[in-house]
């Protein structure tokens, strides 16, 4: 019998994952791993055709199509699709809205949530969450965030409880 394909990652739970670190056993791992055949190829039925993509139709359900330039999209019986890009990036998108895209060359994750909100993990710490009404939520490693408000203002708060307000228009004046 085939291997089960990996669980799917609630919205929620692709949010929650952002604002933490990385775990070092990740899921993107995972659907890399399955998506890349190392949870094998048997029972699978493979169909090439002439424009030089090949299709694979897995006994589990998957289906994958890989392309003559290297990209491969794996569509999951729960309606998850996964694209594989040759640079090693990977972009899941689940049947919820969620778009979870990861950065292979700089292990930064960008989450896009069916309301069009961003939310940006990178591997120093920083977490960013991008609102679709232009405002914007930065969390630095040192402690420092930063607010910028859809009017243009901007309000920092240093890890030393110092905070500085600006008005719209007058981005970054002391």
């Not at 694209?83 to 919820?96: C, P, T, Y």
Request: hydrophobic residues 35%; glycine residues 10%.
């Amino acid at each position: 019998s085939a291997p089960p394909s990996p669980a799917p990652a609630p919205a929620a739970a692709a949010v929650a994952a952002a604002a933490a670190p990385p775990p070092a056993a990740s899921a993107a791992a995972a659907v890399a791993a399955a998506a890349s055949g190392l949870l094998g190829q048997q029972d699978a039925r493979e169909v090439r055709h002439a424009e030089g993509r090949t299709e694979r139709l897995f006994s589990d359900g998957r289906r994958e199509i890989e392309f003559s330039n290297g990209l491969r999209k794996v569509m999951w019986p729960d309606g998850r699709t996964t694209v594989l890009f040759q640079n090693g990036d990977q972009k899941e998108i689940h049947v919820d809205g969620v778009v979870v895209y990861h950065y292979s060359a700089t292990g930064a994750t960008q989450t896009t949530l069916a309301d069009g909100s961003e939310v940006y993990q990178f591997t120093d710490g920083q977490f960013e969450r991008h609102g679709p009404d232009g405002c914007k939520e930065i969390r630095f490693p040192n402690g420092t965030s930063k607010h910028i408000f859809s009017d243009g203002s901007e309000e920092i708060s240093f890890a030393d409880g110092t905070v500085r307000r600006t008005a719209p228009g007058q981005k970054g004046a002391p």
